[in-house]
């Protein structure tokens, strides 16, 4: 009998975490690493909300609470969405959850059987993959392309769709594309469901890079469209709009109280409830006029650093990169960069089972972390399934500006370093299994 259960091998994970090995390797090495790679705002949270916390700590509210959130936050967050999306939801059908990666595993649970099909995002948050597959369902990746700005419409989603059909995943901001749906692509979208869906399959809004958006842009969501509010779970949270990562604040609206009440079952299973202190916290996030500020202080920042970063990549020789309109995130495409650095050579090169293991845009993140101490993520580690061919790098601009300068200009250094690239490959290929790319 093997130890570890079955369905463990269809788990997946997220590189972003995962990256942290290699990047700790290179600093031990005595390398200084600019870390593209990370998918949290390099601000602290605000001190109105910090201090709501550890108020609600010495007064002492510091023990086991409402499992599907304390009601001031789920108030709260039902008026958010009121106010954001046109719908009146009442904190009836809001569970906070620690963060908004738990809602995804709780919805493909509570709504997906083996065998049933899931439209999701590719490129996309991983975590989406990663469940589809440990539930046993049945992925359908929806590929977004840089032509189009990572956005998608009826037709693409109408090719998608079939009798199987159970979830439809949305991600807009998107990570890691930065692209945004706009309100008449979700009308479109809103109407194709309605017409070729049945009333229970559901649409899962990933709606985390709400406040995240450019150019004057407003955050639009499917829920708002006729006849989606009852098939759509949103989810959100104070992640990234509020710079909150740590604290593990977020949360979804159900489409029915009965809906809800499951959320709640399985926040009961695994974690009884989210610490009441913060969710106090949370609830000011919403309510307090100070807040309003700092986000926009934040997303004026990261919209500078997209106005400098863009045109600098697509200034690098063999990189291409569209203009994100929200989230933090840079996905230029690098195929070209691949071609003259020899790197489809070299991974054409690798022995059979390395190369159905690495990319050509692995390989060429591994080249820039370990010879350039640049840590960027590449397309694979946001959806593999039918990615082949489709070389990417994802660079989050939630850095200073000043390591955004020196990092694309170690980049740009890379980009035109063919021999470096040769000798890092015939480094690593004479390490064996110890090697990068074994
Ligand atoms: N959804 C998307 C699209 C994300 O990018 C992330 C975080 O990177 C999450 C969900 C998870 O957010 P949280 O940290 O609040 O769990």
């Known amino acids: 009998m093997a130890l570890i259960a079955r369905r463990m091998r269809h788990l997946g994970t997220e590189n972003a975490f995962r990256l942290g090995d290699d990047i700790q390797r290179c600093l031990d090495r005595g390398m200084d690493v600019i ?9 602290r949270s605000a001190p109105h909300l910090n201090r709501v916390a550890s108020d609600a700590l010495d007064a002492g509210r510091s023990g086991y609470c409402d499992p599907a959130g304390i009601l001031p936050f789920r108030q709260a967050i039902a008026d958010h969405v009121r106010r954001t999306r046109g719908i009146d939801p009442g904190p009836e059908r809001v569970v906070v959850t620690p963060g908004a990666k738990p809602p995804i595993g709780y919805t493909l649970q509570t709504y997906v059987n083996e065998g049933d099909e899931v439209v999701y995002p590719s490129p996309g948050f991983p975590i989406y993959e990663s469940w589809v597959r440990f539930v046993g369902a049945v992925p359908v990746p929806l590929h977004l392309s840089d032509e189009r700005d990572f956005a998608f419409n009826a037709d693409d989603l109408a090719a998608l769709v079939t009798e199987r059909t159970r979830l439809i995943i949305l991600c807009s901001p998107s990570n890691p594309t930065g692209g945004v749906l706009t309100r008449g692509e979700l009308a479109g979208i809103a109407e194709l469901i309605r017409e070729r869906c049945r ?7 990933d709606e985390i890079y709400e406040q995240i958006l450019f150019d004057g842009l407003t955050h639009e969501s499917i829920a708002s469209h006729p006849g989606m509010e009852e098939r759509t779970v949103i989810a959100s949270g104070h992640s990234k709009g509020f710079a909150m990562t740590g604290w593990r604040l977020g949360w979804a609206v159900l489409p029915t109280v009965e809906e809800a009440a499951i959320f709640k079952r399985i926040n009961i299973n695994i974690m009884s409830c989210v610490p009441p202190f913060l969710q106090e916290a949370g609830a000011a996030a919403y309510e307090d006029p100070a807040s309003a500020p700092e986000v926009r202080r934040m997303v004026g920042e990261f919209e500078e650093r997209r106005n400098w970063i863009v045109p600098a990549l ?4 063999g990189m291409t990169c569209r203009t994100p309109k929200g989230a933090f995130y840079v996905f230029p495409d690098v195929s070209a960069m691949c071609a003259g650095l020899g790197v489809y050579e070299a991974h054409a090169a690798l022995p059979e089972a390395a190369r159905q293991r690495a990319t050509p845009a692995g390989m060429l993140q591994m080249f820039l972390l370990y010879r350039y ?5 590449d397309r694979a580690s946001f959806g593999r399934i039918g990615a082949e061919g489709q070389d990417f790098l994802r660079l989050s601009i939630a850095n200073s500006m000043d390591d955004i300068r020196r990092g694309v200009a170690r980049i740009a250094e890379a980009a035109t370093d063919a021999p470096g690239f040769a000798e890092f490959c015939r480094e690593e290929a004479a390490k064996g299994d110890e090697g990068l790319f074994p």
């Open 35 to 43: 870390r593209f790679n990370l998918g949290a705002p390099d601000f």
């Open 199 to 205: 009333p229970d399959v559901r649409i899962y809004s």
């Open 314 to 317: 697509n200034a690098v020789p």
């Open 373 to 377: 101490g640049v840590a960027t993520m």
